[in-house]
């Protein structure tokens, strides 16, 4: 069972405490992208964060507190967002528009991304489990969206099939976080979005045909 990771802090004040360290997540990400975790030091996050190391260490333990409330924010920033898709509606025009709606969170969120997946990795074995289930709730979305379409016969696809999408979706949509220093010199986030969900459904299509075929 994977739990939240308790941060301690010896400020009382909660509202106080998430004003904080909202400015550490601002400050970390930015330094996180320049230079990465490990050159990082806990000084130069009071520093960005705009305030003294002294503070910086009421609200946090170590480092990697720091790290941890990153990771947490930016998957807690995307969940929320991608909580106003149509889960129900089952069809493929509302399954593409919660493709549509997802890669735009993630071009507005391109730094938080990058620095996501180049730092999760050095989170301790406590709390890696926890952040990742996070991501597994998100894929679960698309899944939702995938199999209400499978239930209405606008797809028919195997369950493997629908959980490989679902994965495939959401990659596809941090592909644009992770690789647009190469994916921007040709095209921009709607054509990104155009080109990635033409593929997506012609290899559903593709694959609908071929069994066919092969029945």
Same mark, same amino acid.
């Given at each position: 069972?994977?739990?939240?990771?308790? @941060?301690?802090?010896?400020?009382?004040?909660?509202?106080l405490v998430e004003k904080r360290r909202n400015q550490m997540i601002r400050g970390a990400v930015s330094l996180f992208k320049e230079k990465g975790f490990h050159r990082t030091t806990t000084r130069e996050i009071a520093r960005a964060a705009g305030f003294s190391i002294g503070t910086l260490y009421?609200?946090?333990?170590?480092?990697?507190?720091? /790290?941890? #409330?990153? +990771?947490?924010?930016?998957? !807690? *920033?995307?969940?929320?967002?991608?909580?106003? =898709?149509? /889960?129900?509606?089952?069809?493929? &025009?509302?399954?593409?528009?919660?493709?549509?709606?997802? %890669?735009?969170?993630?071009? !507005?969120?391109?730094?938080?991304? #990058?620095?996501?997946? *180049? &730092?999760?990795?050095?989170?301790? $074995? !406590?709390?890696?489990?926890?952040?990742?289930?996070?991501?597994? &709730? =998100?894929?679960? =979305?698309?899944?939702?969206?995938?199999?209400? +379409?499978?239930? $209405?016969?606008?797809?028919?696809?195997? $369950? !493997?099939?629908?959980? #490989? /999408?679902?994965?495939? @979706? %959401?990659?596809?949509?941090?592909?644009?976080? %992770?690789?647009?220093?190469?994916?921007?010199?040709? +095209?921009?986030?709607?054509?990104?979005? +155009? #080109?990635?969900?033409?593929?997506?459904?012609?290899? @559903?299509?593709?694959?609908?045909?071929?069994?066919?075929?092969?029945?």
């Amino acid at each position: 069972m994977t739990v939240k990771r308790e @941060i301690q802090a010896s400020v009382k004040d909660e509202q106080l405490v998430e004003k904080r360290r909202n400015q550490m997540i601002r400050g970390a990400v930015s330094l996180f992208k320049e230079k990465g975790f490990h050159r990082t030091t806990t000084r130069e996050i009071a520093r960005a964060a705009g305030f003294s190391i002294g503070t910086l260490y009421e609200y946090i333990r170590t480092k990697e507190d720091v /790290l941890f #409330l990153v +990771c947490d924010s930016i998957y !807690e *920033q995307v969940r929320n967002r991608l909580s106003s =898709m149509d /889960l129900e509606r089952g069809t493929l &025009e509302s399954l593409k528009l919660g493709i549509d709606h997802y %890669f735009r969170i993630i071009d !507005e969120m391109q730094d938080e991304v #990058l620095v996501m997946y *180049q &730092e999760a990795k050095v989170l301790s $074995n !406590e709390a890696l489990p926890y952040v990742l289930r996070k991501e597994l &709730e =998100m894929v679960g =979305m698309f899944e939702k969206l995938i199999s209400r +379409c499978v239930e $209405n016969g606008e797809l028919d696809i195997s $369950n !493997e099939h629908q959980q #490989l /999408l679902a994965h495939n @979706i %959401f990659v596809q949509g941090q592909m644009w976080g %992770f690789r647009r220093w190469a994916l921007q010199k040709t +095209c921009s986030i709607d054509d990104y979005i +155009c #080109l990635q969900t033409d593929l997506l459904f012609s290899g @559903i299509k593709g694959f609908k045909r071929q069994m066919e075929v092969g029945g």
